[in-house]
């Protein structure tokens, strides 16, 4: 298993900050060579900070959002308004403040029944958007992402069947601890990707932060070790989260 990049930082702040950094650095590069940036959100709660961070007067004015097509990883089985929405949340700590073009901003419809034709949606969207070479996946230039303390990424989470979809791009999944669906974009789309980031914080964090990455696991034993990304994947830290680490597992 290729292994990641590991970045600690020293608190959430500290995160959002070297996200930022990346966003702005990756979104000018896909943006010369290609002439869009194409990204995809996390949900929960973690990225909330970088998605204020980059809707600052630090970093909002030196990104072209004009350039940037917005997408999400997965998404609840509620409607935009809802508080549990992950389109809600960015919307309100980022879309809603940065200069990006409406129809440039693509939600997962998680209200629409049945979730298979909003999956289906979905991925056409993402077919009709992305580079998708050879008949792959499409590729995103970077996929957020935020760990579940059972190593979920997106909505694959433990023991779903979702985690061994390959044909399909996006997909709905029954979360049984959760007594919920979810829409949540698949591990041949993840792992297509030239860039995907980790965001990972708090002492909450520690065990699953141990399991994958202070033992070597032969085999995949939680879902966010079946991300081995044709491109970049780096995971970052901060040190709460990292606590029990290795030094030798810092960068
Ligand atoms: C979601 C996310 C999910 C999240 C993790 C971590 O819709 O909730 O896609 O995968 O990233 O559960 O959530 P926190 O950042 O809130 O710890």
Redesign the pocket.
């Given at each position: 298993m290729t292994q990641p990049a590991i970045h600690i930082c020293t608190n959430p702040a500290a995160i959002a900050e070297a996200v930022a950094r990346r966003w702005a650095a990756l979104s000018a590069t896909a943006i010369a060579e290609r002439g869009f940036f194409h990204v995809a959100l996390?949900?929960?709660?973690?990225?909330r900070l970088l998605y204020q961070t980059l809707a600052s007067p630090a970093w909002r004015d030196d990104i072209d959002w004009s350039r940037l097509h917005v997408f999400f990883?997965?998404?609840?089985s509620v409607p935009p308004e809802h508080p549990d929405s992950?389109y809600r949340m960015a919307r309100e700590s980022l879309l809603d403040h940065v200069p990006i073009p409406s129809d440039q901003i693509h939600r997962m419809k998680g209200e629409q029944r049945p979730l298979e034709t909003a999956a289906a949606t979905y991925a056409a969207c993402l077919e009709t958007l992305l580079p998708h070479p050879k008949q792959d996946a499409p590729c995103f230039d970077l996929i957020l992402?935020?760990?579940?303390?059972d190593g979920?990424?997106?909505?694959?989470f433990p023991d779903t069947a979702i985690l061994h979809e390959r044909e399909r791009w996006v997909a709905p999944v029954y979360v049984d601890k959760l007594h919920t669906w979810?829409l949540?974009v698949t591990f041949p789309v993840l792992n297509q990707a030239r860039h995907v980031l980790l965001?990972v914080?708090?002492d909450?964090?520690r065990p699953i932060v141990n399991a994958v990455l202070a033992e070597e696991d032969a085999e995949p034993r939680y879902p966010v070790q079946m991300i081995q990304p044709q491109g970049e994947l780096a995971w970052y830290l901060d040190e709460a989260a990292a606590a029990d680490l290795p030094s030798s597992r810092h960068l």
């Open positions: 996390a949900g929960g709660s973690t990225p990883g997965d998404e609840r992950n992402l935020g760990l579940g303390p979920h990424v997106a909505s694959l979810r949540s965001l914080a708090g909450a964090k």
